[in-house]
């Protein structure tokens, strides 16, 4: 056996179990069971139910003791909503609770199907129906008993003819059956029976229209086009117009459910038809009607509605991807003939040449010269001279870069003269001059990645901003705010070109600021804006940081992380104020006559005298004598010791000796004494020059003598350097959030069957 190694694995043959031993009893389900056909108030029955057992086994049990006969008829429903039917995957959750026994999914079923193949009975089978639809287990035995082909026919053949309460039941009916059931798909809805849904849509009846048939059929609809199936005939029977009326319906629920359909369309049709759509949907009459009957209506709007409208609108403006993505072709006539617009109306000049301050591009003979357009481009901020179309070949922004600005120039033209005026001529040099081609281009740039143009809207993000319905071209109308925003911001910021990045960076953050609280019109953004200056940016800024810093410092991780630090920067504060010591002061010079207090009644200073005290690099003995100005002698030139072992306290204020001993000078702030034990008892006194040397002093004393330190500037220090000792630790984690809690620590695993053991034996 010497010299060979033998691996012997030790194996658990058996599970391990940690704790007490299982016990099978505890997984036995106790509840309780009442019924809703027993006759009089009876209390429930309690039933066990075994792991092993079925679950109709407690319907068995109940009719035995209740002298049912037929279990198979009943099941088990929760009491609490939404009252389901009790299944395989929810029995769990029977332990503890009360639950009836009804009739089974399978019998309310049958029974349902039988009340509409009734012409008598079709209403109460739909209103039996339409409250139980919601459970999925009965859906489920509904679809599967062919009980959705009845309903259909019941829908297509008009078996209920224009009953308002009739189609409520049945539309919201049909919409449960297909939600709940995994064999009902949306394809069943097309042909006759999505014509017949369409057609009420299509018929408005005014305020007095069931609410609930209208809503549930939207929502039919709506799901319908988001699964794909029919939407050629529903965009073909669909009346936009009627849609819109619908707008004005009184009930939220319905006007929420309008919007999205109208966004399920929107979403779902093909190219053409989706630009159709979005024409008319920024259309007056369509924008006027979701202004006056949804955002400008009294009361407090549903979250689902905003949600709503802000889909919408992240649709719309999605339409500009495609300006957004294109770029400009450098032949593309149309775009340099715009561009020559801008240039024209900027100049004020017909023919392409300049007219400021009374100053024409007119010869001696009084003839206009030809157009000079290379310096028009120039002074209007274009990077290529000879050709600028080429400045709108990046992508994004493309050519809606031009759209915006060719809309500021033939919308706001006053407005876009000064803003070019203004960046063409500040009178400071070419590099204070703000390229406004190049900013605009830039601009329409961070206006698109704040609206997120082109990114499909959030299921539970973003943010609806009223104004978007008030105007035809509302993207272009918040470029043409923001572009007097940029010069003015550029002149407050005093920048030059190559601060262009750096006043983006604060233009970016102005506008979102300004979207940040939804305002309700464009004036309103205006207004923000002009409130929004970069010295207010600077200052919130400034405020968020330091707000997010202290809310930093504040976490539970971090105050235990300052606790453990403490300890640390204090004996670096502690060794500071020695080796202040240790370099030693020139004090001024008393009357006292040195060091030592006499029985004077009044301190003087004794002008031109000084003296000089320092500790010595061992940490033992104070040295201290007389020396002249600016000196500062070695502890060997200094002739009189005060060693620290017999130092008894340190004195303070008006505690000190010759400040007791001077009538008139009790209220020297900076005074300190040294008491020696030795009787007759002596000290060494001082007076401070400044409030921080007597603070470095006192601090180092206590040092030395092993006591706290005490000052404002030992706390000061203290803050600061723990400040910046967490500041730079957390480095590493920056942008990550720290939470107020440590995490869990997991619980131990119920055995160690996993576990393995391994020896080696030589």
Request: proline share 6%; charged share 25%; aromatic share 8%.
């Amino acid at each position: 056996m010497t010299g060979r190694n033998i691996g012997i694995e030790l194996r658990l043959a058996d599970p391990i179990t940690i704790g007490h031993p299982r016990d099978v009893n505890s997984e036995i389900i106790k509840f309780g069971v009442s019924s809703p056909f027993r006759e009089g108030d009876k209390a429930g029955e309690l039933i066990e139910l075994h792991p092993s057992e079925p679950l109709s086994q407690a319907c068995v049990t109940a009719c035995q003791r209740w002298g049912y006969t037929d279990p198979s008829l009943f099941a088990l429903k929760f009491s609490e909503p939404p009252g389901h039917y009790v299944t395989d995957a929810t029995r769990r959750n029977l332990s503890g609770k009360l639950v009836m026994m009804i009739h089974s999914a399978a019998k309310v079923s049958q029974d349902i199907i039988t009340k509409l193949h009734d012409s008598s009975s079709i209403i109460a089978g739909l209103k039996e129906l339409s409250a139980k639809a919601s459970d999925p287990t009965l859906a489920e035995v509904f679809v599967s008993q062919d009980g959705l082909n009845a309903l259909l026919e019941i829908i297509e053949k008009d078996k209920i003819g224009e009953k308002e309460i009739a189609l409520q039941y049945a539309f919201q009916s049909l919409l449960d059956i297909i939600f709940n059931s995994v064999h009902a798909t949306w394809d069943k809805i097309q042909g006759p029976v999505l014509s017949k849904i369409l057609n009420y849509i299509n018929s408005p009846r005014g305020n007095s229209q069931e609410r609930h048939a209208l809503k549930s059929a939207l929502q039919v609809l709506e799901n319908t086009v988001m699964s794909g199936v029919a939407n050629d005939q529903i965009e073909k029977e669909v009346t936009l117009p009627t849609l819109i009326h619908h707008m004005s319906h009184p009930d939220r629920d319905v006007q929420q459910n309008v919007l999205s359909f109208i966004n399920a369309l929107l979403s779902k049709a093909e190219s053409t038809r989706r630009k159709h759509l979005a024409a008319t949907l920024n259309s007056k009459s369509y924008r006027a009607s979701v202004l006056n009957h949804v955002i400008n209506r009294a009361g407090e709007r549903p979250a689902e509605t905003n949600h709503q409208l802000y889909v919408l609108q992240t649709l719309l403006l999605n339409f500009l991807d495609e300006r957004k993505l294109t770029p400009v072709d450098p032949q593309d006539q149309q775009a340099l003939n715009r561009i020559k617009d801008l240039c024209r109306i900027a100049f004020d000049s017909d023919s392409g040449f300049f007219t400021y301050n009374g100053n024409s591009d007119a010869n001696s003979s009084g003839k206009k010269d030809k157009p000079n357009y290379s310096r028009d481009y120039r002074k209007l901020g274009f990077k290529n001279e000879v050709n600028p179309a080429l400045d709108f070949a990046q992508t994004p922004p493309g050519i809606l870069a031009l759209d915006c600005m060719y809309h500021l120039a033939h919308t706001h033209t006053e407005a876009y003269n000064k803003l070019v005026i203004e960046c063409a001529y500040r009178g400071a040099g070419d590099d204070f001059l703000l390229p406004f081609a190049r900013a605009s281009i830039s601009l329409t740039n961070v206006l698109c990645d704040i609206l997120r143009v082109g990114e499909p809207p959030g299921d539970q993000e973003g943010k609806f901003y009223p104004f978007f319905f008030q105007h035809e071209k509302p993207f272009e109308e918040l470029f043409c705010i923001c572009a007097q925003l940029l010069t003015k911001t550029w002149k407050e910021m005093r920048a030059t070109v190559e601060d262009f990045d750096k006043v983006f960076d604060v233009v970016r953050e102005q506008i979102r600021r300004a979207l940040d609280i939804i305002p309700q019109n464009f004036s309103a953004i205006q207004e923000k804006l002009l409130s929004l200056t970069f010295t207010e940016i600077t200052r919130l800024r400034a405020q968020e940081r330091s707000s997010r810093e202290e809310g930093e410092l504040q976490a539970k991780p971090i105050q235990e992380l300052r606790q453990k630090l403490i300890p640390e920067i204090q004996a670096l504060i502690k060794q500071n104020r020695i080796n202040f010591l240790i370099s030693g002061t020139r004090f001024n010079k008393f009357a006292s006559k040195g060091l030592v207090s006499t029985s004077a009644n009044t301190l003087k200073r004794v002008k031109e005298k000084f003296w000089y005290c320092r500790l010595s690099p061992n940490e033992k003995t104070f040295h201290h004598g007389d020396c002249e100005e600016k000196a500062s002698p070695m502890p060997e030139a200094l002739t009189n010791k005060l060693p620290v072992v017999e130092i008894k306290e340190l004195l303070v204020g008006k505690d000190c000796p010759h400040m007791k001993e001077s009538k008139k000078n009790r209220n020297w702030p900076f005074a300190f004494s040294l008491v020696q034990e030795k009787e007759p008892l002596r000290s060494v006194d001082f007076i401070a020059p400044d409030e921080k040397t007597y603070d470095l002093w006192t601090d180092g004393i206590n040092a030395i003598l092993g006591k706290e330190m005490v000052s404002k500037e030992a706390k000061s220090d203290l803050d600061i350097l723990l400040h910046m000792e967490i500041k730079l630790r957390l480095l590493d984690i920056e942008g990550l959030s720290i939470p107020q809690e440590p995490p869990p620590i997991p619980p131990p695993p119920p055995n160690y069957d996993f576990a393995s053991f391994t020896a080696q034996v030589k």
